[in-house]
């Protein structure tokens, strides 16, 4: 049995806790808020993320240096706005070893870090190889509900991959690894940009053929922009990429879709970020995203698009219109020219 603290007491951190707990393991949720934590120990539910009972052996904290006594692992899983900070906080806090695993999906708009490039700025013991990933198709409410689900869980270092593949696997929760952290973060990150797209098309009432069209083509976008970065390709293929992507693109549970959704029936970005009452990572990571591929010089016709309706207060139907009159072009330009570039050379 280990003891971890999960940092961040949302949807997601609600969830994982579950798991981590399902496996025997003694579990400490953080939260920012004391209020929260009080109402989380005394009637062992969290409303306004999941309408579920929580197990009594999940104690919630408020006080964050409490939280992390004598922990083995650290499950980070605040929204990325909040990295920074809670990591300085954790700086001053771990004397020991602990490992870290983060399930935050989103990029730092400015400076363009993923999340694991955050942590290795701001904590003083700790580097890019000391931190495992954790990604893939997996909607809160569906795990909190043990309903079969499978992510993979990436590091550069094998050993510390595998000890947070042991730390969650269990009959309804499915764990791969992966060494490529690159492709796992950009893949969790960049697909909540598509699925505001997928959001806003069934806000304006397209069909099925139209979100097939943009998750698809979201997917060569998302290729495009990971293996510039360093990426490989096929991780884009597998659960952090196309299976993350069509859970987020296709589900009423995915805020993401929720927001554009909204967005697509005619809300401004106030108006929708007010509505939703929580944090919508594809909208940060749009600004970031639009920024990289400026950057790198690479086309993303899709997300430069739902920028433009996120700030620069274009109509979707515009936007829609110029992503239909693009010039020609063929199809297997993206993906399998990435493949092929990557794997004949």
């Known amino acids: ?18 798991v981590l707990a399902d ?22 539910k969290n409303e306004k993320y999941l309408e579920i009972m929580i197990p009594e052996k999940i104690k919630a904290y408020y006080d964050l240096e409490a939280a992390l006594d004598d922990v083995t692992d650290v499950v980070l899983v605040v929204p990325t706005k909040a990295i920074r900070e809670v990591c300085g906080q954790l700086n001053n806090l771990i004397t020991k070893p602990i490992r870290i ?15 694991t490039q955050l942590i290795d700025e701001e904590m003083d013991n ?40 042991e730390l969650f696997f269990n009959e309804s929760f499915r764990v791969y690894t992966s060494n490529d952290v690159i492709g796992i973060e950009l893949g969790g990150a960049l697909k909540n940009i598509i699925a505001l797209g997928a959001g806003i098309s069934d806000g304006l009432g397209y069909g099925d053929n139209a979100k097939a069209a943009l998750i698809t083509r979201g997917l060569a976008e998302i290729t495009r922009l990971g293996t510039s970065l360093g990426a490989n390709p096929l991780s884009f293929l597998g659960l952090p990429g196309v299976g993350d ?9 995915s805020r993401n879709w929720r927001a554009g959704n909204l967005l697509g029936k005619g809300k401004n970005l106030d108006e929708v970020l007010d509505q939703m009452g929580m944090v919508v990572e594809g909208v940060r990571t749009a600004k970031a995203a639009y920024q990289f591929a400026t950057a790198e010089n690479v086309e993303m016709p899709i997300t430069s698009g739902i920028y433009s309706i996120l700030f620069n207060n274009q109509k979707p139907k515009e936007v829609v219109e110029q992503l239909m009159n693009r010039d020609k072009r063929e199809e297997m330009d993206d993906l399998a020219t990435l493949l092929r570039n990557r794997y004949t050379r």
């Open 126 to 165: 700790y580097n890019y190889e000391d931190v495992v990933v954790l990604s893939g198709p997996s909607h809160a409410e569906e795990v909190a509900m043990r309903q079969p689900t499978t992510v993979t869980v990436a590091s550069i270092n094998e050993d510390y991959a595998k000890s947070a593949q």
């Open 245 to 253: 992507l069509i859970v987020t693109c296709t589900s009423v549970h």
């Open 23 to 44: 496996n025997g393991h003694d579990v400490r949720l953080w939260t920012h808020s004391k209020e929260q934590a009080e109402t989380i120990n005394s009637t062992h």
């Open 101 to 115: 695993i983060h399930a935050s999906k989103g990029i730092e708009p400015g400076t363009l870090k993923r999340v």
């Open 1 to 18: 049995m280990s003891k971890v603290a999960v940092l961040g007491a949302g949807s997601w951190g609600t969830a994982l806790s579950i």
